[in-house]
Each structure stands twice: as structure tokens, then as C-alpha cells.
């Protein structure tokens, strides 16, 4: 593979570039100490996470990925449901498994994990650890992430790059957010970076030990999440494509290759137990529990999925959900930097930002055609790719008469994650306006993260009751504090306190049925009394004055 046209960062930092000097005097600083940077760029991202963990009950995913994983370690089982490979899961279930919970063998997954993380004690303080537990199994994957991003990058451009790399992808708020939920969404990203190095560095140097690293990644990113059986493959296409076109040819070493197929395969194998059964068609395969959850997601895609963009409801999604996704929830200035930064990688034949390129292409050309449209998370190894062109934009940016601009891109985008502080779920950029309800719900905004905000509130108001329908399986009286709950009319409001969660309202009336899915519903007529957390609003109708609504 041709090395980057790009000079070393260090000569350049050197040369007398036009750049004021403040600018230069930060270059220096990120050439000199760029892996102790990139650590406590990391660290800092790592504390921002875990500070989260207390703030958001769970998630209606999470207990249902822990189940799964605590099946893997207490049963040696792979059977609750294998919709999702056990890498992540095994991760999610291993600290509280640790802790002394426990599978418990309940009727679905969401109650299993739900029994897990209460305990059978209905403690607060026991809940609470059991989930911050869990959560924390997902760091090591944001850690290989940043890790993965910094070499790719290093290797391909410079270390001043590098740094600036996982500078950009510490700050993104869906990024920040998803590393520290107990689901899958990070672990493959993870897995994805690793395997985007680790191919660049196989075609630079296809020996045994390039190929076994390649294969570790691969087998990361396929033991987390089946979109990476999609998602490589795009990547890689991609990638090559792009290098032809630019007059590069390399070269394929099918003997380490194989080596690195082999090497996967049987991690793969290994993360299943090596367990060996019927598969989907009937005859005896290795690891049947693989094959049977690509069927099933297979299944799930032709499907489709409740999905919600601007107002409306769609069984199958939309082809520009992603792209719409991706323009209101990725931070302005990371977006700015991430179009120079593509416009540089392809200008100079960059490799590592033709990588990144590959990257997004490669996922956004999958998610275009794919039926399951809920949320940022489903794409999210496409903030790898911005972070290493945004970190091409704003080097450059830095070593030229502009550095003014980068240094303004970088403190607004320093300032919107901060302020977004702990709310890096819900995150939105200034193109959503005050109502995101209006264009996404679901994991973007409402993934029942603020019971406990909730809780809180009607606490402080005294609240005796609430009319309330939650969407996720949770002891939400006994343990986190709430009044006495009762059922919600879709139709009509209580007298008193009411509730509605967003995602609830925007999108599972279509459970209601076809005749309802654009049925007014009471909370489409009232104006809430306040909005709680991100997630939930909250309302109250004076008994007194209350009118109950023909039904």
C-alpha cells in the first residue's frame, strides 16, 4: 500500500508553517506526548461515562442482554435467544455474576434480566451496584476503540493525528452514551475499529502475526453484533475500491489470509462453547446458536421494525432515516471537521482517511436497505471514521492561517458534550430545535433511561398516584421510589398526575393496531405540565376541574 502523502507530523510542526504560535506550541505538545494524551483523553471519557451509570435506571435493553450473558456463565447455555451473538453479553453479565447474582429462569429475557439485577433482595443500593456492574463490562470495548482509532490513524498519518483521533471520538456524545449501557451497540464498534486496523495493517505486512491479529478483531466484531457480518464485508469492498481507483494495487497474501479465516472461525466457535447441533436446515453444524441468530435477525430485517421519523410510523423504515440520524445527533463542528477532513483524504490519497471513508460508506450504504430503523446505536461505528478524518481536518487546520477556526470547532465541541452532561443518550444537535420528539424517539431520545428522575420528581411533588404505562420491566414502586402506579388510557387522561414516556407515545401505539396508529391519543391534545429528564412528560389534570373524554 502507498504511505501517506501527508509529511510526518513532527517535520511539519517544524517547517515555519503559517500557523500562529499557540497553535504550534500545541502541535508539539500532541507530537511529544501523544500516547499519554490519548490515555488521559481516554480516562477523562472513561470518568464522563461511569459518572451516568447512577443517573439512568436501566434501559429496556439492558436486563435482556445481561439474561443472555448469564445464561453463557451460569447455565453453559446459549438458548434464551440468539438474536445477538455472547461476546458483549458475557461482558454485561460477568461483574454481577461475580457479585453473586444469579440466573433466576424467568418467562423472557427482559424479566430474567430484570430478576438478575434485583436479586430477589428490592434494594436500591443492591440494584444499583448490580447494573453500574454490568455497564462497566462495556468499557474495556470503548477502551479497544479508542485504542484501535489511535494506531489506525498513527500508523497511517502521525502521532499529532492520532491523538486528535481519539481526542474527537472521546467526545461524542452517542458514543459517550452507548459505552456505558450493558448492550452490544459499543462492543461492535469496538470490534469493527480493530478489524479497519488490522486489515491496513495486514496489507502492509500479510505475515502469520498480522493475520492473527486480523482474525482477533474479526472474531470481536462477528461475537458482538451480526450487522458486522454486513458491515466488514461493505467496509472492505469499499476499501478496496477506493484504493484502485486511486492507483494503488494491493496485493492479497492468501496463505495468511487463510491462516487469518481459519484463526477467526475458531474464535468464533470458541465464543459459542464450541458447541455443535442442528442448525436452521436441519443437519448437525458447529456453534448451531450462530447460525440460528443470523437467521433470526435475517428474519427480524424482512420484518421490519416499529420506526418513527418526523411524526410518521413505518413498519419497514425509510431509506434516509440514517442519514437524518446522523445530521441532528452528531455534534456541528465533528460533522464541519469530518467533511474537510474527507475532502483532504481523498485529495491526497491519505490512506488511513480513505479507511475511514470505506468505513462510512460501507455502513451507511447497509443501513440504507435495511428494515430496522430505531436509532444512532445501529450505526455508531461510524463515528470511528469521523473521528480520524475530523482529526485530518484539524491538524491541518492547526498548522495553517486558520487555526483560529480549528480551535473554535474544537472549544464548541468540548462545550456541547459538556453541556450535555449526563444526557449523552438524548444528545441532539442545534438542527433538532427544542422538540426531538418531533423527528426521532426510541433509543435516540426515550429508552426508558429516566425512571428514576421520575421517581424523584413526583417525590417533590408530593404526588399520592400517577397514571402511568412504563415500557420496561422494572420494580418501579418497591425500589425506585414511585407512588402508587395506575394504568394509563391511551385515550384519556386520569384525574391527577399523569406520565407518558416519548417512545411509548411516538411509536408503541402501533400496538394499539393499524386503526390507531394516527388516532389521536390524549397526550396529542394536552400540553405537558413539565418535562422530565429527556425521556418522559409530565402532566396534571386537577380532579376538580376534570372532565373525562366520551371513550
Request: proline share 7%; glycine share 10%.
Amino acid at each position: 500500500m502507498a504511505k501517506s502523502k501527508l509529511a510526518p507530523p513532527a517535520s511539519r510542526a517544524e517547517s515555519g508553517s503559517p500557523g500562529a504560535g499557540w497553535s504550534q506550541g500545541i502541535l508539539r505538545i500532541l507530537d511529544r506526548r501523544s500516547g499519554w494524551l490519548a490515555v488521559l483523553f481516554v480516562a477523562i471519557a472513561t470518568a464522563r461515562i461511569a459518572a451516568v451509570y447512577p443517573v439512568y435506571n436501566h434501559t429496556i435493553d439492558e436486563p435482556a442482554h445481561i439474561a443472555c450473558g448469564m445464561e453463557w456463565l451460569d447455565k453453559g447455555t446459549y438458548r434464551l435467544e440468539d438474536q445477538h451473538p455472547p461476546l458483549s453479553r458475557v461482558a454485561t453479565a460477568l461483574g454481577p455474576r461475580l457479585a453473586g447474582a444469579h440466573a433466576w429462569g424467568r418467562n423472557t429475557i427482559y424479566n430474567e434480566g430484570a430478576a438478575i439485577l434485583y436479586d430477589g433482595r428490592f434494594e436500591a443500593g443492591r440494584y444499583q451496584q448490580l447494573l453500574s456492574l454490568a455497564r462497566t463490562g462495556i468499557l474495556p470495548f470503548f477502551w479497544l476503540a479508542c485504542g484501535a482509532v489511535f494506531w489506525w490513524t498513527w500508523r497511517g498519518v502521525g502521532s499529532v493525528e492520532a491523538v486528535c483521533a481519539v481526542l474527537l471520538l472521546s467526545l461524542t456524545p452517542p458514543v459517550l452514551a452507548h459505552a456505558g449501557l450493558a448492550t452490544t451497540d459499543m462492543a461492535v464498534t469496538a470490534g469493527v475499529a480493530a478489524t479497519v486496523f488490522s486489515l491496513q495493517f495486514w496489507l502492509k505486512a500479510p505475515d502469520w502475526r498480522s493475520a492473527l491479529l486480523l482474525a482477533a478483531a474479526v472474531a470481536i466484531a462477528v461475537l458482538s453484533k451480526f450487522s458486522s457480518l454486513v458491515f466488514l464485508p461493505a467496509f472492505a469492498a469499499a476499501f478496496i475500491a477506493l484504493l484502485w481507483s486511486g492507483g494503488e494495487r494491493p496485493r492479497f497474501h492468501w496463505p495468511s489470509l487463510g491462516l487469518a479465516a481459519l484463526a477467526g472461525a475458531l474464535l468464533i466457535w470458541g465464543g459459542y462453547r464450541f458447541s455443535f447441533g442442528p442448525g436452521p436446515w436441519g443437519f448437525p453444524v458447529p456453534a448451531p446458536e450462530l447460525f440460528s441468530g443470523i437467521h433470526t435477525v435475517r428474519e427480524h430485517n424482512r420484518m421490519g421494525h416499529p420506526s418513527y421519523l418526523f411524526g410518521e410510523l413505518n413498519q419497514t423504515g425509510w431509506g434516509h432515516y440514517y442519514l437524518v440520524v446522523l445530521a441532528v445527533k452528531t455534534p456541528l463542528p465533528l460533522l464541519a471537521l469530518a467533511a474537510y477532513g474527507a475532502w483532504l483524504a481523498w485529495q491526497r490519497r491519505v490512506t488511513a482517511g480513505i479507511a475511514a471513508l470505506a468505513l462510512i460508506a460501507g455502513v451507511l450504504a447497509v443501513a440504507t436497505f435495511s428494515s430496522i430503523n430505531i436509532g444512532v446505536r445501529h450505526i455508531l461505528p461510524v463515528y470511528l471514521g469521523f473521528s480520524v478524518l475530523g482529526a485530518l481536518a484539524l491538524t491541518e487546520l492547526l498548522r495553517s492561517r486558520l487555526d483560529w477556526a480549528g480551535g473554535a470547532l474544537m472549544l464548541l465541541l468540548a462545550a456541547g458534550g459538556a453541556t450535555a452532561h449526563p444526557d449523552y443518550l438524548p444528545y441532539f444537535n442545534v438542527l433538532a430545535g427544542g422538540e426531538p420528539e418531533k423527528i426521532l424517539a426510541d433509543s435516540d431520545l426515550d429508552w426508558g433511561q429516566d425512571m428514576n428522575r421520575l421517581a424523584g420528581r413526583l417525590h417533590e411533588l408530593g404526588a399520592q398516584q400517577v397514571a402511568f404505562n412504563p415500557f420496561i420491566s422494572a420494580h418501579l414502586e418497591r425500589v425506585h421510589g414511585f407512588p402508587r402506579i395506575v394504568p394509563s388510557d391511551p385515550f384519556n387522561p386520569e384525574p391527577g398526575w399523569n406520565a407518558i414516556s416519548i417512545t411509548a407515545w411516538k411509536v408503541a401505539r402501533m400496538g394499539l393496531g393499524n386503526d390507531f396508529a394516527k388516532t389521536p391519543l390524549w397526550p396529542d391534545r394536552f400540553q405537558p405540565s413539565e418535562r422530565v429528564g429527556q425521556g418522559v412528560f409530565l402532566y396534571y389534570f386537577p380532579p376538580r376541574l376534570f372532565t373525562q373524554q366520551p371513550r
